[in-house]
């Protein structure tokens, strides 16, 4: 681990975003434009069931009563709906059964992200579902997971083999009808993960959903649903990445978890869309739903999130502790640099008896980057017992950028304990000339004192994402300072 | 080239004058080092000595106007911070900084190993550090626990100190600079921090210790003492000096210079 960690001290030279690139796949694109006909073409490509195509038909019909959110301290650009393509997907022959019937182009682009493809090559642990663009392109160690019971496809492949669990779950953590970016992807998802863990099983390897833009115009609207049975317990991943371009496109994601009795889920993101260049111009605009519920009692549910790409950021990854004991956890590092801008942080609705909640958020802004921690702590009248401790800091590296906190407390319950603490700091020259005293440069000084900042969250991340992180915490912030 | 660097002059400080936001600090000095030399710079609160450290350590926020510092036959106006620090100065903080969140441990790894690659050495291993780290954390007696907290973090005035001399050791510079790190200590930190110093010492390196006290001076014997006041080195003796100053305090200084004053 320290080795890795001077490694990557030693590597990142340069700032560039090292994920820029664009593959040239053969793509199975439709026009631009959305319509009801959109949508039955999307359903049709996927041969869906009548009931799903229903279910983003009204989806749709809801959303055309929608407008888009304006509450965030975000300024957002107008975004014309019928300018995207919403379907690109890497063109497949009949049925791929091996690794050899996938597109070489394809297995190379995934090689350069570091996510090869052939279940030996790959981190031994870790599962992985790879999507690009609009479709998942293969899921590894599914048959391995498969032994212990477990279900680990692309959505559309559950939509298929396990309808039933998919209807029985599907929007009954986000309804179509929660937001407008929900409300868009329930009518237009095209992929994504499905996981169940069954009843007492313990996975046995990380799973983890890579998700890739590569098209040009196309957004990209996932869904990815997890639901953990009693006593069980999962460690999900997910890393995103996606080609520079000057012109803005649209990620809107939906992730849905549900825990069970006993049940623990751990969720984790390493966010690195392209956050557009040093202008302002181009990246990627984020707009996620994602949230959890404990149904069952003890359950737990914890998301770790770092958030370094995408040109705005606008997600809120909540748990709703319906479970008497049951626990919510969220842990944020976000960094905005140039002119990202980020309005992130958690919801915690507490419900049932002797609930808790954790929220650790820590907000690093630099250049002109604006960064908001938004949370709400909610205590209903019966949650006897109830916990909540928020801390959310900020750091402020230069004098352009911002760093914002809105906090929201609903406290019905008398006997609730709710703590907030929040700091704000900058990075002192003194801190930076103390390490260049030690024969440490600016840009590595830089880079430990952010990571000695975010160890907290970083602390939560499986191994392999926390070293990542590290690295990618350093490259987003070069430049930044002096 | 032939390479006679043990016979010359490590540190050449020549008519050195300094300013801070506009206000001139150093208004002349002239100082050499040689190598096995410590070197005690005394005075008064004000007179200039934690800005000489600053010069050669190179902090930005100090001007140089006038005059010339050469360490080791190289111009150290030029030379960035870092690179001052992977060439062997080290100074020690009169108020070190706090790094919250970021390990003694990985934060002194990180600096040996960037000293080593710039001597051209393979980097230490996480098992070869922490095994030098165990070492040196005998000889400057500092706590276990200490080395594995963030640094300076929580520290203690005293710890921090012990943790400037610790990092010392680790780094083993050819030039230290210790500003006022008796300050603040009781006796038995003094103590240690002095047989830090001591045990430090080699035929090849130098130490310059600025200090208000003479007290620091029972424990480490310098070879030279300049007595700095108003900017200006106003006296340059043995170890005497130090003994002379402790009885007379610093008024007998000031009297001696106003009095030369050019009217």
């Known amino acids: 681990m320290a080795k890795d960690q001077d490694k990557i001290l030693n590597d990142v030279t340069s700032g560039e975003y090292k994920y820029g690139f664009y593959s040239d796949i053969e793509m199975d694109k439709i026009p631009k434009g959305l319509n009801e006909d959109v949508i039955r073409v999307i359903s049709n490509k996927k041969d869906e069931p009548e009931w799903l195509l229903e279910f983003r038909l009204k989806a749709f019909r809801h959303w055309q009563t929608m407008k888009i959110p304006q509450w965030a301290n975000l300024t957002i650009p107008p975004i014309d709906f019928q300018d995207i393509v919403y379907y690109a997907a890497p063109k497949k022959k009949a049925s791929p059964k091996s690794l050899d019937d996938i597109d070489p182009e394809l297995k190379r682009t995934f090689d350069k992200l570091g996510i090869p493809l052939e279940e030996q090559k790959h981190l031994a642990g870790v599962a992985v579902d790879a999507v690009m663009d609009s479709a998942s392109v293969k899921t590894t160690f599914r048959e391995t997971l498969a032994e212990s019971g477990i279900i680990f496809c692309s959505f559309s492949d559950a939509v298929r083999e396990y309808p039933d669990l998919v209807k029985k779950y599907m929007g009954t953590v986000v309804p179509y009808t929660d937001n407008f970016f929900a409300a868009l992807n329930s009518a237009v998802f095209s992929d994504g993960s499905f996981c169940y863990i069954p009843k007492g099983v313990r996975c046995p390897m990380e799973l983890s959903t890579y998700f890739r833009i590569n098209a040009a115009n196309t957004g990209q609207f996932e869904r990815t649903l997890l639901v953990a049975d009693d006593e069980s317990y999962v460690s999900y991943l997910e890393g995103c990445t996606a080609p520079m371009r000057d012109e803005n496109q649209l990620h809107a994601a939906i992730v849905e978890i549900i825990a069970e009795n006993n049940a623990e889920v751990k969720y984790s993101t390493v966010q690195n869309w392209y956050p557009g260049d040093k202008e302002g111009k181009g990246g990627i605009f984020n707009f996620v739903t994602k949230r959890g519920i404990c149904r069952g009692e003890n359950s737990k549910i914890s998301w770790t999130q770092v958030e370094t790409g995408s040109a705005i950021t606008w997600k809120y990854p909540s748990c709703i502790l319906r479970g008497d004991n049951s626990t919510g956890e969220f842990y944020s590092v976000a960094v905005t640099n140039n002119h990202q801008q980020a309005d992130t942080g958690t919801k915690m609705i507490h419900i049932g008896k002797n609930t808790k909640s954790t929220i650790v958020s820590k907000g690093i802004s630099a250049g002109e980057g604006q960064n908001s921690y938004r949370g709400l702590v909610k205590v209903l009248k019966n949650a006897t017992g109830a916990r909540n401790f928020s801390q959310c800091d900020s750091l402020l590296l230069g004098d352009k950028c911002g760093a914002h906190t809105f906090p929201y407390l609903e406290v019905d319950n008398q006997g609730a304990i709710v703590e907030h603490e929040a700091t704000t700091s900058k990075i002192g020259e003194d801190q930076i000339f103390y390490c260049n005293q030690r024969g440490i440069s600016t840009e590595d000084a830089i880079g430990l004192i952010v990571n000695g900042y975010a160890r907290e969250v970083l602390n939560k991340l499986p191994m392999e994402f926390a070293v990542e992180a590290q690295k990618l915490l350093q490259i987003s912030l070069e430049g930044s300072v002096g | ?263």
């Open chain 2, 1 to 263: 080239m032939k390479d006679n660097r043990n016979n010359t002059i490590m540190l050449i400080i020549k008519d050195l004058k300094a300013a801070v936001g506009g206000k001139t600090i150093l208004k002349g000095i002239s100082i050499e080092v040689k190598p096995g030399e410590i070197h005690a710079i005394m005075g008064p609160n004000g007179s200039g000595k934690s800005t000489l450290a600053a010069v050669i350590a190179g902090r930005e926020f100090v001007e140089v106007t006038e005059g010339t510092v050469t360490y080791e036959g190289r111009n150290l106006l030029d030379m960035a911070p870092e690179d001052r620090a992977k060439e062997g100065i080290f100074l020690g903080f009169q108020y070190p900084i706090e790094i919250p969140g970021v390990s003694m441990v990985n934060f002194m790894k990180t600096a040996v190993n960037e000293q080593r690659k710039h001597k051209g050495l393979e980097p230490l291993s996480a098992s070869e550090f922490l095994k030098l780290m165990s070492e040196k954390k005998e000889l400057v007696e500092i706590n276990s626990a200490l080395a594995n907290r963030s640094v300076n973090e929580g520290f203690s005035g005293g710890e921090k100190k012990k943790n400037e001399i610790f990092q010392m050791s680790l780094l083993e510079p050819k030039l230290a600079i210790l500003d006022e790190t008796d300050s603040g200590l009781d006796i038995d930190a003094l103590r240690i921090v002095a047989n830090g110093v001591n045990m430090l010492k080699r035929a090849d390196n130098a130490t310059i210790v600025i200090t208000h006290y003479q007290r620091l001076l029972d424990y480490i014997i310098p070879d030279v003492v300049h007595v700095l006041y108003d900017g200006r080195i106003v006296k340059t003796a043995g170890k005497e000096l130090a003994i002379e100053l402790e009885a007379k305090g610093y008024d007998w200084i000031k009297q001696s210079v106003e009095k030369n004053k050019p009217s």
